[in-house]
């Protein structure tokens, strides 16, 4: 699987978007772009995923560069209640092996402010 | 309700004391993980599996056993704990093991090993 790089930490404004960067240069074409978040020490959560279009759904939108090697995750109104720690992953299609091996490093921390 | 439900939440034990903590799914999925969680270290894979009888060791398996005899249930099996093992465990499936298809994950077992 492909190694993610984010940002240790980052801030935004309530109300305004949340931009939270992810770079995957070493991406292979089958493989998807996951995003999930973590709030406290709950359970990470899922958000979004794509492929190589960018997605929108109730949550968030995904934009991917055209060649794929870094994306952007957009919470358009930030509330303080997503302040969590955001974990950009890559997962493959091959059936078994590494590629299985989901790699979540330590993700980025967005602390949204008042 | 579609979830993964790990226990115990929490639980405190003393070395060499052999112990389980159990995870079940009740959505059908293929794909079952474990991983471990420490301050500064983000989410660790310990092993993996992509079907009933099919599992594989993750990043840090040391310590660790699992079976999947059945598609819902994938125990994580500390034979002799130890404090290096302190740690938060979350337990998610995957409908497939296509990289298409987002992670679900259990709320966690806080684990503390005196």
């Known amino acids: 699987d492909a190694k993610t790089t984010q940002p240790p930490s980052m801030d935004c404004a309530e109300g305004r978007a949340a931009n939270l960067p992810c770079n995957h240069s070493?991406?292979?074409?089958?493989?998807?772009v996951y995003w999930y978040r973590q709030i406290h020490s709950q359970g990470p959560q899922y958000i979004i995923h794509?492929?190589?279009n960018n997605e929108t759904n109730e949550m968030a939108s995904l934009i991917i560069t055209e060649d794929r090697k870094s994306s952007t995750l957009i919470l358009p109104h930030a509330t303080l209640r997503d302040t969590a720690v955001y974990y950009c992953?890559?997962?493959?299609?091959?059936?078994?092996?590494?590629?299985?091996?989901?790699?979540f490093g330590t993700g980025t921390l967005l602390a949204v402010q008042p | 309700e579609a979830q993964v439900t790990q226990n115990p939440r929490y639980l405190i034990t003393v070395t060499g004391k052999k112990l389980t903590v159990t995870c079940s799914q009740n959505?059908?999925?293929?794909?079952m993980s474990w991983y471990r969680q420490d301050p500064g270290l983000g989410l660790r894979q310990i092993y993996y599996s992509m079907n009933v009888e099919v599992t594989d060791k993750g990043d840090v398996p040391e310590g660790y056993k699992v079976s999947r005899k059945e598609k819902r249930n994938f125990p994580l099996i500390l034979e002799s704990p130890s404090p290096n093992q302190t740690s938060l465990y979350f337990c998610?499936?995957?409908?497939?093991?296509?990289?298409?298809?987002?992670?679900?994950f259990g709320n966690g077992t806080r684990l503390t090993v005196t």
């Open positions: 070493t991406i292979s074409g089958n493989e998807y």
């Open positions: 998610a499936s995957s409908l497939s093991t296509q990289g298409d298809s987002p992670l679900h």
């Open positions: 959505m059908n999925h293929e794909y």
């Open positions: 992953i890559v997962r493959g299609t091959y059936y078994g092996g590494a590629t299985n091996k989901l790699i």
């Open positions: 794509g492929l190589k």
